[in-house]
């Protein structure tokens, strides 16, 4: 068995093979060849441990995932857990691979993919509203994508975020970074606003005028009790796009919407109808798209981690 640390995964794959891989994923889904039962959720006392399980023809996946809200404060990643890899024909073990790097590179693929199909290829400005290591890499991959001049950051619970600036600047010296004071600055400062973070009430502000003729990447709420946009930006969406269907049930961004009557299920697209241009979307207008992530994405990352690092002899090779 291979077992893969967060060094070994960053060293072993680029951005844009990682942007093919979850667009293999997008695609898999929509032609319905896998296996995916729905996410498990364990919670207890504010923390939630995650399980996350998927079957292809040629692999299958298991990721455990626990999330600690207040890891912040200790300085520790809110995300921590692991992926195990097998092989799809005979059940054999193959990897263990660390899962807070394997996750976040792979969300920051899927949020570039939504801002590849639902925003205009000549936006140059994106704002940023949760600076974690999620949101870290949904800046860098939207920058991969989209020939980004300006990033606008705001945090409501990191007063200085000149650390993690400094970090981004090391990958991306070209881009005029931003500190704003609050949300609303983010929104009037961008063309892309990404919200990653974990808030149960939207974080930002519930005015039509701020937020028309925007574009949305949600890649934080995950569960029902959560929300990141107010009920003003679903009456200016013609559509709504999602990653997973399954997102219509399990993000209060989605659900909530759903149940007022601000938006109708059947104006709701998975991306992959739009890479797989089933349908299309008009780019030139207000736009969301919302990720809750599914291990179908674990899946197809970890497969291209495995054999990447195979290929450059990375990892240490256990007996199991």
């Known amino acids: 068995m291979l077992i893969l640390n967060k060094n070994d995964i960053l060293n072993s794959v680029t ?10 994923a997008f695609i898999i889904q929509e032609r319905g060849n896998f296996s995916m039962p729905d996410r498990s959720h364990i919670d207890y006392q504010g923390n939630v441990l995650l399980l996350m399980p998927a079957f292809t023809g040629d692999y299958f996946s298991t990721k455990l995932v626990s999330v600690f809200p207040e890891n912040r ?8 857990g692991s992926v195990l890899l097998n092989d799809g024909t005979t059940g054999e073990t193959l990897a263990l691979l660390e899962a ?4 976040a590179l792979r969300t920051g693929a899927v949020g570039a993919l939504g801002i590849v199909h639902t925003t205009p290829v000549d936006v140059s400005s994106v704002g940023l509203i949760g600076a974690g ?21 705001f945090d409501a619970f990191n007063s200085n975020l000149n650390d993690f600036v400094d970090s981004l600047k090391k990958y991306l010296p070209e881009i005029d970074f931003k500190i704003a004071k609050n949300s609303e600055e983010v929104v009037k400062n961008s063309e892309v606003i990404i919200t990653a973070t974990t808030s149960e009430v939207p974080v930002i502000p519930d005015d039509k005028d701020l937020l028309k003729g925007k574009h949305f990447i949600g890649i934080g709420s995950y569960k029902p009790s959560m929300r990141e946009f107010p009920n003003n930006l679903f009456r200016l969406l013609d559509n709504a796009i999602i990653d997973t269907p399954f997102a219509m049930t399990e993000s209060g961004d989605i659900s909530v919407p759903i149940e007022k009557g601000l938006i109708k299920k059947e104006d709701i697209y998975t991306l992959g ?8 979307i008009n780019e030139n207008v207000t736009t969301l798209f919302k990720s ?20 450059k002899n990375i990892g240490t090779s256990v007996e199991f």
């Open 133 to 153: 290591e999620q949101g870290f890499h949904q800046v860098l991959f939207a920058c991969a994508v989209r020939n980004i001049k300006s990033v606008t950051l």
């Open 292 to 311: 809750v992530g599914m291990a179908l994405f674990d899946l197809v990352t970890a497969r291209l981690i495995y054999r990447k690092a195979l290929e």
């Open 73 to 80: 404060k200790k300085n520790l990643p809110v995300i921590i």
């Open 273 to 280: 109808s739009l890479i797989n241009k089933k349908v299309k």
């Open 15 to 24: 951005i844009d093979e990682l942007l093919k891989a979850v667009e293999e």
């Open 100 to 103: 807070s790097k394997l996750t």
